[in-house]
């Protein structure tokens, strides 16, 4: 294994004054959404976040009753219907005694059922576009909508009345009470007022409902208050004071993927505590084409402090004649942790750390954490982790960019003054390259595949489509698959050859969930055609992979 190399950390720049511990989450004013589960909730998230306001997803049964910063809660929607047995249901009560309320499609039922309204199963399942025929202009749900106003449904059962406390604030031709609120100081039950409740039936966190984000701007910074202050400034202002605080004088270890979560940390950190950070940046051989030199050179230049390992040769000895895919992940994670583990003992037990190495920094991001709930309230997704580093290490976790969407990341990012070609990186998965060649791995394959993709990704960044943004940034994602157990027969010159395939692949997406294969310009795709079969020896056919995500993967293994 051989260390490429250990650079000399510049110093760089604090500018901040120290804040309290855990400002962001403790004084940074805030929206709670409370999850119902439904597949929307992260959406709406987003939508908060869009609109410069700080805001945490919980588990609907987990209200922070304690917590100062809460200025206002949204109920989610939920996948049941609100008589189910299995039903999530919360006192709502203390809930709204004390914040301005906005429940959504379950949420909104929730509450209208709560005192006293009746919800029905919907004659016909209420999906999709509808508009806002009739709605209250006086409300401040609905300051500076249009009239007829395009909205989303997406519901089984319908509210069929509401509480007489309640009033109708909104209506579409299939939905009387498209929108309803409760006014501020309404006695609910004996000695409960309520502080300001609407409900809607239709989904606004969705993009077609056109005045969605209207609708939450006008509940969250009308009419719960916020000052929308949380922006990529100020996260980078307060989480570096946090850091600073959090770790002192003690040393952190950071795995670093080449990826924008992990590279985004490690410059983050990197400016709170400069060179307390050590980061391992570990090449299992699989990587794209020079990458691992042109990330560390981007590393270098960032000024962090980073150990190149160069591991390839163990990870391709360990592969050798391993064709099942989920083998070969399982090599590669295992080799990785070792490797890893290996690069962070020797700096745990160094001379300069001196006992003061205390750290493990991950790139992990809030989608990663948000807990999402199965039929029973049972935890189904679980925090994410990088896999076992020994006990005797004794590392805490630290992760900066745990509250953040990846949108949110990109522009932390780009206040960290970063280069754009970091933070607008596709995607690329851990075992890299060894999940695009279909059949063992090779050093040899992995070269033609290298030299395919190579290829095909500088031209998708040099494509510029009319509308001025290049092919690379309107995709979400791209690469190159070798069908390396299959050869066909092409005609090279006079020469006959019988090589193998390779298959394009580019998606539009918005979270790798779901994908479409993108619709990539003829002339685009030609000239690589061309540019891959002329100049890749071991390549003489190139096809375009049109699956989309389900019933495919975006990747081929
Ligand atoms: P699929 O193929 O499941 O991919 O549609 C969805 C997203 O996940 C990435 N991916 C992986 N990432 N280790 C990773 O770190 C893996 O084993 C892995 N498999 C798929 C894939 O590139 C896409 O972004």
Redesign the pocket.
């Known amino acids: 294994m051989k260390k490429i190399r250990r650079s000399i950390l510049r110093e760089t720049k604090c500018f901040v004054t120290l804040h309290s511990n855990s400002f962001i989450r403790k004084k940074m004013q805030k929206i709670i959404i409370l999850d119902f589960g439904s597949q929307t909730t992260q959406l709406i998230g987003r939508r908060v976040r869009e609109l410069d306001t700080f805001c945490e997803i919980l588990p609907y049964n987990k209200f922070p009753y304690d917590d100062p910063s809460v200025i206002g809660v949204i109920l989610s929607g939920s996948p049941f219907s609100v008589y189910d047995e299995k039903a999530f249901k919360l006192d709502l009560m203390p809930i709204l005694s004390r914040y301005p309320v906005l429940g959504i499609c379950y949420g909104a039922q929730l509450m209208a059922q709560t005192f006293g309204g009746n919800v029905e199963p919907a004659g016909s399942r209420e999906y999709g576009r509808a508009n806002l025929q009739w709605f209250d202009h006086t409300n401040p749900l609905f300051k500076h909508f249009e009239e007829n106003s395009q909205v989303w449904m997406s519901h089984g059962d319908t509210i069929v009345n509401i509480p007489s406390e309640f009033k109708v604030i909104g209506s579409t031709e299939d939905v009387q009470y498209a929108a309803y609120w409760c006014p501020p100081n309404t006695k609910l039950s004996e000695g409960v007022l309520s502080n300001g409740l609407w409900g809607v039936q239709f989904h606004p966190e969705v993009f077609h409902s056109l005045q969605g984000t209207q609708l939450l701007r006008n509940f969250v910074v009308d009419i719960c208050g916020s000052k929308q202050n949380w922006s990529s400034a100020s996260f980078v202002e307060t989480a570096v004071a946090e850091l600073k605080q959090q770790i002192g004088s003690d040393r952190v270890i950071l795995g670093l993927s080449g990826g924008v979560d992990s590279s985004v940390a490690a410059v983050l950190l990197n400016r709170a505590i400069g060179n307390q950070l050590t980061c391992i940046f570990v090449d299992h051989g699989m990587l794209r084409k020079n990458e691992f030199r042109d990330v560390l050179r981007d590393y270098e230049c960032l000024g962090l402090n980073v150990i190149g390992v160069d591991a390839s040769q163990k990870f391709f000895a360990d592969l050798a004649g391993v064709s099942d895919p989920e083998q070969k ?1 399982k090599i590669i994670g295992r080799d990785f942790v070792e490797v890893f583990n290996e690069q962070a003992k020797q700096i745990v037990n160094s001379k300069s750390s001196n006992g003061k190495c205390r750290w493990l920094a991950q790139g992990t991001i809030y989608p990663d954490r948000i807990e999402s709930l199965n039929i029973t309230g049972k935890v189904i997704k679980s925090h994410h982790n990088v896999g076992g580093l020994p006990k005797e290490m004794n590392l805490q976790l630290c992760e900066p960019l745990k509250w953040l969407f990846k949108d949110e990341v990109r522009r932390v990012g780009r206040s960290l003054g970063m280069p754009e070609h970091l933070i607008t990186r596709h ?5 890299g390259l060894a ?1 695009r060649i279909l059949g063992d791995i090779t050093p040899e394959k992995v070269r033609i595949l290298q030299e395919a993709d190579d290829i095909y990704i500088r031209g998708l960044r040099e494509y510029v489509d009319p509308d001025g943004e290049t092919l690379y940034n309107k995709v ?2 791209a690469g190159v698959v070798l069908l390396s157990d299959v050869c066909s027969v092409g005609v090279m010159g006079d020469e006959r050859t019988y090589e193998h395939p390779v298959a394009l692949r580019a998606v539009t997406s918005t979270d ?1 969930m779901t ?1 479409d294969w993108a619709k990539l310009p003829y002339d685009f795709m030609a000239r690589v055609s061309n540019d891959i079969i002329n100049k890749v020896k071991g390549v003489n056919r190139v096809c375009y992979d049109i699956s989309s ?1 389900p019933p495919a ?3 081929w293994e």
């Open positions: 992940r995607p690329f998965p851990g075992p999940v979400w994602q790798a994908a995500k993967t975006i990747e």
